[in-house]
């Protein structure tokens, strides 16, 4: 009997989490606010499966595709956030970010912070990869940064540690009680996976502003949402609870899957 619901309920999170979800668009998915609609309740229901289906299906340390500079046929539409208006982010990029930070904390051995030079003369990765944005549009992409993984060694991550919590300095929503800002989170082994880039090299160039400058975290298996721009913070817990509403993340807190593996 159980394992016939199970059977079911992993019927229904395919057609939820798989191409369905891709087809339609980010902004589409307003209705999903409505916390009593039924779409939302599959999402989450969907939500919990999906993780450990996931993560069997494609194992642990997969790479993601990479692709030829041919395949790179146009530049990477910026969406979402484009512009930040927060008066942090507008001080820092006045600047020319030479005041930028990053910080690695929470559950760590030790607080750690990087300027934009240190991440820079830091080991360097570049790949090509394609990304996937649930509003169903597609981008191959070269991506240059450091690997995430070395730098949580220097920081030290606590073995009560479970996820990454990424903060960002966009507001990407206004409400009347204040500004909503951007953020996401990940497992550890999104984290350490050798493609987990701190990119602030894209297609040759130095990473614009409207595609997240001057870091943007690319977690390659992972959707589109999960790849934040304007990171300044990657906070290690054990519990996603304490942010927003709760759910892991600005989409995930309005019912996308918190996984979003590709
Ligand atoms: N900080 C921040 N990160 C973000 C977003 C955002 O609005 N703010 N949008 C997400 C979404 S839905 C997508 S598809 C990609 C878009 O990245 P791009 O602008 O480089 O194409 O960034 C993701 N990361
Ligand atoms: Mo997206």
Not at 16 to 39: E, M, N, R, T, Y
Not at 57 to 84: F, H, K, W
Not at 152 to 180: E, P
Request: overall charge neutral; proline content about 5%; hydrophobic content about 35%.
């Amino acid at each position: 009997m159980s394992r016939l619901i199970t059977r079911r309920n992993f019927l229904r999170t395919s057609a939820v989490s798989g191409s369905g979800l891709i087809l339609a668009g980010c902004d589409q998915f307003d209705f999903l606010a409505d916390k009593s609609g039924p779409a939302r309740q599959i999402m989450e229901r969907a939500n919990v499966l999906t993780y450990s289906v996931q993560r069997a299906v494609i194992g642990e340390q997969t790479l993601a595709r990479e692709y030829a500079a041919s395949e790179i046929r146009q530049g990477m539409r910026p969406n979402g956030s484009v512009d930040p208006t927060t008066p942090e982010y507008l001080a820092l990029k006045e600047a020319n970010f030479a005041g930028y930070k990053l910080t690695i904390k929470g559950l760590v051995d030790r607080e750690v912070s990087f300027s934009l030079a240190e991440l820079r003369n830091m080991p360097e990765r570049t790949q090509i990869t394609r990304h996937d944005c649930v509003e169903g549009w597609s981008c191959i992409a070269k991506w240059t940064g450091t690997p995430l993984g070395p730098l949580l060694d220097m920081a030290g991550v606590k073995s009560t540690a479970r996820y990454c919590v990424y903060h960002c300095f966009d507001n990407i929503q206004r409400t009347l009680s204040g500004d909503i800002l951007y953020y996401t989170s990940s497992d550890l082994i999104d984290a350490y996976h050798p493609q987990s880039i701190l990119s602030y090299g894209l297609n040759d160039e130095v990473l614009p502003v409207s595609n997240g400058a001057p870091i943007r975290l690319r977690i390659e298996r992972a959707l589109g949402y999960k790849q934040p721009k304007y990171l300044h913070t990657i906070e290690l817990v054990d519990d996603l609870t304490p942010f927003g509403k709760g759910r892991g993340g600005y989409w995930e807190d309005t019912g996308y899957d918190w996984y979003g593996g590709i």
